[in-house]
C-alpha cells in the first residue's frame, strides 16, 4: 500500500468535510461527484486519484463517523450508569443530533454491493474501526454477566442483540428520525427510545430500565 503524505492526507480530510456538508445540505441519494468537485474547487480528475470511486468515498465516510462514534462509545462506559442504561444510550448513539446526517450513510456503507466496490484500502480502513466498536460491546455485555448484572443466557443475549440491530437498521433510513424529541410519524405510536427500551428491558437485569431511566440517558447524551 502506497504511503500517503501529509499534503495529500490533509487534503482527502478536505474532500471528505465537504461532501459531507452536501449530503447534509441535500441529501445522500442526489449526491455527485461532480458538486464535490465544484464544492472543493478541483478537477474530477483529482478526486479520482482519491477515491476511486462514489462508493470509496461513502466507505471512508463511514469509516470516520465509526471512528468518531468510537470516542463517544468509550466516553458512555465511563459515565455512571446503571448497565442496561448503558447499553440503551450506546444503540442511541448513531441518532444523536450531531450525527443524524451519517445514519443513511452508513446503511448504504454496509450494503454489500456498496462496500464490495469501494477498493480494499476503504475496506481496511472501515473494518479497522468496526472491529474494536463491536469488540467493545461485546466485552462491555460479557462484563455484565460475569458481574452478575446481565442475568440472561448468552443466546437471549444473542437474540436481543440481532433485534435491536435489525431496529437501528429500520431507524437509520429514516432521515428524519428524533430521538430525544418528537416522534417521527413512521415510527408512532412508540418513539425509538421506546422501542429499544422495551426490547432491552426483555433481558434479565439485576437493574432493569425504569421511568427514572430516561433522565438519566438524557443527561448522558448531552454530555457527548
Known amino acids: 500500500?502506497?504511503?500517503k503524505s501529509e499534503k495529500f492526507k490533509r487534503r482527502e480530510e478536505l474532500l471528505l468535510n465537504a461532501a459531507d456538508q452536501i449530503i447534509k445540505e441535500e441529501g445522500l441519494i442526489s449526491f455527485r461527484f461532480s458538486q464535490l468537485a465544484k464544492r472543493a474547487n478541483c478537477s474530477m480528475g483529482t478526486l479520482y486519484s482519491y477515491f476511486i470511486n462514489k462508493e470509496d468515498l461513502l466507505v471512508s465516510l463511514m469509516a470516520k463517523e465509526t471512528q468518531r462514534l468510537l470516542v463517544m462509545h468509550?466516553?458512555?462506559l465511563c459515565m455512571k450508569l446503571r448497565p442496561a442504561e448503558t447499553w440503551l444510550t450506546l444503540n442511541l448513539l448513531p441518532f444523536i443530533s450531531p450525527n443524524r446526517f451519517s445514519t443513511s450513510i452508513s446503511v448504504l456503507a454496509?450494503?454489500?454491493?456498496i462496500s464490495a466496490s469501494?477498493?480494499?484500502e476503504r475496506q481496511?480502513?472501515?473494518r479497522k474501526q468496526l472491529i474494536p466498536f463491536c469488540q467493545g460491546t461485546k466485552r462491555f455485555l460479557q462484563r455484565a454477566k460475569l458481574q452478575g448484572e446481565l442475568l440472561s443466557s448468552d443466546e437471549q443475549i444473542a437474540l436481543c442483540r440481532n433485534t435491536v440491530l435489525?431496529?437501528?437498521r429500520g431507524a437509520m433510513a429514516l432521515s428524519t428520525t428524533l430521538i430525544l424529541e418528537e416522534e417521527p410519524a413512521s415510527l408512532k405510536p412508540i418513539p425509538?427510545?421506546?422501542i429499544l427500551f422495551e426490547v432491552i428491558n426483555n433481558?434479565?437485569?439485576q437493574h432493569p430500565l425504569d421511568n427514572t431511566s430516561h433522565t438519566r440517558i438524557e443527561s448522558a447524551l448531552s454530555q457527548l
Open 1 to 3: 500500500m502506497q504511503v
Open 124 to 126: 481496511e480502513q472501515l
Open 166 to 168: 435489525c431496529i437501528q
Open 118 to 120: 469501494a477498493s480494499e
Open 74 to 76: 468509550t466516553s458512555v
Open 203 to 205: 433481558l434479565q437485569w
Open 192 to 194: 425509538l427510545y421506546n
Open 110 to 113: 454496509e450494503l454489500p454491493q
